[in-house]
């Protein structure tokens, strides 16, 4: 597998699937028992490539003795900055994140999001090249998910590399340049979202409104919300059916292409894979 | 070794904020009762029942500290997972674990200069005097301190490769026999076969001999200690303490962080 300069590379797969193992690997923290990885040309055991990654753990706990200055100040002086420098970064990075007015404030009164973002900002403290997450939105509201997105497309535009996990496909696919799906300890593939689910569409779907006692045989296959009623079909009934609203005197709201999802398209190959494995423990019996 | 500073000033930083030195308290009210207590019991005998009180007291408080504090070091990293963004920060997993022994060393460093300060202050409340020979003291204080940096060193061994309740025992385990292992090599057992008795000669050698680092008696009756011994004792607690450091990053740096 390879990430490219500049791309936002998104992990995905189910729990257990080795998405945070293949991190930990790459940030030295667990050990491969055969193959290679390489980051920015350097080989993951030289140390001197950690000065160009930044790193967010799954869940991250820090000294909650400290506050957030103090924790990315600790952590900033291993990047050899100055005095000047780190105290620069701090207060740009917790500006960044969120977290100005906490930063006097110790971990241990932080909340999980807070750690979240504590974790983000000591990831990114010393403007790394490339930018390993794992699990970035994980513990956030929606608001917190949101200004990591920001941060994630920023990093984008400063031309950095971002690989990160999850499994919030929607993310994803809002996010990712190139997305890589871990099944069952093996890639499965990787592609940009839209190679990956495809470009075939599964059918049209038209939401439409449409008074009530009307005989319309369209109306027994649609499901209604409201006053409105969506209905699903194969693309060669579509004229068809729009005749018929139209005749029922039927106001059209949409007409859209059903596609399939990231979602579909990762639901398909982890139900693939359960079904191997179930087959492969019957015929073991 | 920028970065074994830098760890090193947060293990001590950690160490003030989770209130360590508040056992200081509990050495101060020591060193008052034991003054007032003395003063009217002993007849000439006050200043070695202080000196002996307070230096087993200095040994036993840092011995407490340089186990449990030892082996939590890492093991509460790992278990907390606080290092997992340390360590993939340009350092060597050698410099973090080595940052962590000074870090504690300094702890206990401070730790013992004050109760050193509080012992001096006791006898002097005695006494109303302190004499050159007190000085001694300092030296005793000294050698204790060598003591308990072996013992953080061996702490942070066990720590490396097992559970914290079993680091724990080991390293109180080699502290115990570690006091005897001059006894063992002197020891004549009639029913131990000649291999046997070399056998306890040869562990013996291995174990750390705390010994070397003793001179309470002496010190309490004012008697001056040979500089030979402090140099021997120092190159011992050098030599010995780099080796335990040397396994101890050996197994740490390949450890899996799970």
Redesign the interface.
């Known amino acids: 597998m390879r990430v490219d300069t500049g791309e936002v590379f998104g992990f995905l797969g189910p729990n257990g699937a080795g998405k945070t193992t293949t991190i930990?690997l790459l940030?030295?923290?667990?050990?491969p028992d055969g193959g290679s990885a390489r980051i920015l040309g350097k080989s993951i055991d030289d140390?001197?490539m950690?000065?160009e990654?930044g790193?967010?753990?799954e869940?991250?706990?820090?000294?909650d003795?400290?506050t957030a200055a103090e924790l990315l100040d600790?952590?900033a002086?291993?990047?050899?900055l100055t005095a000047t420098d780190r105290q620069t970064r701090v207060e740009n990075i917790l500006k960044k994140v969120g977290l100005e007015t906490a930063k006097k404030i110790q971990l241990r009164k932080y909340s999980k999001g807070m750690l979240q973002r504590a974790?983000l900002a000591?990831?990114i403290l010393h403007d790394p090249q490339v930018v390993i997450l794992d699990e970035p939105m994980s513990g956030l509201d929606p608001l917190g998910r949101r200004e990591v997105r920001d941060i994630i497309l920023e990093l984008k535009k400063e031309g950095r590399t971002v690989l990160f996990s999850t499994h919030i496909l929607s993310d994803a696919e809002m996010l990712c340049d190139r997305v890589g799906v871990l099944v069952g300890g093996k890639l499965r593939g990787v592609g940009t979202p839209e190679e990956m689910v495809g470009i075939k569409t599964q059918g049209m779907e038209i939401l439409f409104e449409v008074a009530e006692g009307k005989n319309l045989p369209l109306l027994a296959k649609a499901t209604r919300t409201g006053e409105r009623y969506r209905v699903q079909m194969p693309e060669e009934e579509l004229y068809g059916a729009i005749e018929q609203l139209r005749a029922a005197g039927a106001r059209i709201l949409s007409v859209a292409q059903i596609k399939p999802t990231l979602e579909d398209f990762f639901m398909n190959l982890v139900e693939a894979d359960r079904a191997q494995a179930n087959a492969v423990e019957v015929s073991g019996k | 070794m920028k970065n074994v500073w830098t760890v090193a000033t947060n293990t001590f930083r950690e160490a003030v904020r989770d209130r360590v030195l508040f056992n200081l308290v509990f050495f101060a009210l020591l060193m008052m009762g034991a003054a007032i207590l003395v003063g009217q019991i002993s007849i000439g005998i006050e200043e070695s029942v202080i000196v002996s009180l307070g230096l087993t007291a200095i040994s036993v408080i840092g011995l407490f500290i340089a186990v449990f504090i030892g082996v939590g070091l890492v093991s509460k990293e790992m278990d907390k997972r606080t290092l997992y963004a340390l360590l993939a920060k340009p350092v060597e997993r050698w410099e973090f674990l080595l940052g962590k022994f000074c870090g504690l060393v300094m702890t206990l460093t401070v730790n013992t200069a004050a109760m050193a300060v509080g012992l001096y202050l006791a006898l002097w409340t005695v006494k109303h005097t302190l004499e050159k020979s007190d000085g001694w003291i300092l030296v005793a204080v000294y050698l204790i301190l060598l003591k308990l940096a072996l013992i953080v060193a061996l702490a942070l061994l066990f720590s490396c490769f097992t559970t914290p309740f079993l680091a724990i025992l080991f390293t109180a385990g080699i502290y115990v026999a570690g006091v005897f292992a001059g006894d063992l090599r002197t020891v004549q057992a009639v029913d131990l076969s000649p291999a046997t008795m070399n056998l306890l000669k040869g562990v013996s050698y291995l174990l750390p001999n705390f010994e070397n680092f003793n001179v309470m008696g002496a010190v309490a009756h004012g008697r001056a200690v040979p500089g030979a011994l402090v140099r021997q004792a120092t190159l011992y607690a050098v030599v010995y303490g780099a080796v335990v450091l040397a396994a101890a990053s050996a197994i740490f740096s390949r450890r899996n962080l799970k």
């Open positions: 930990k940030v030295r923290l667990i050990f140390v001197s950690h000065q990654i790193y967010l753990p869940q991250p706990y820090f000294y003795y400290l600790y952590f002086r291993f990047h050899r974790g000591q990831a």
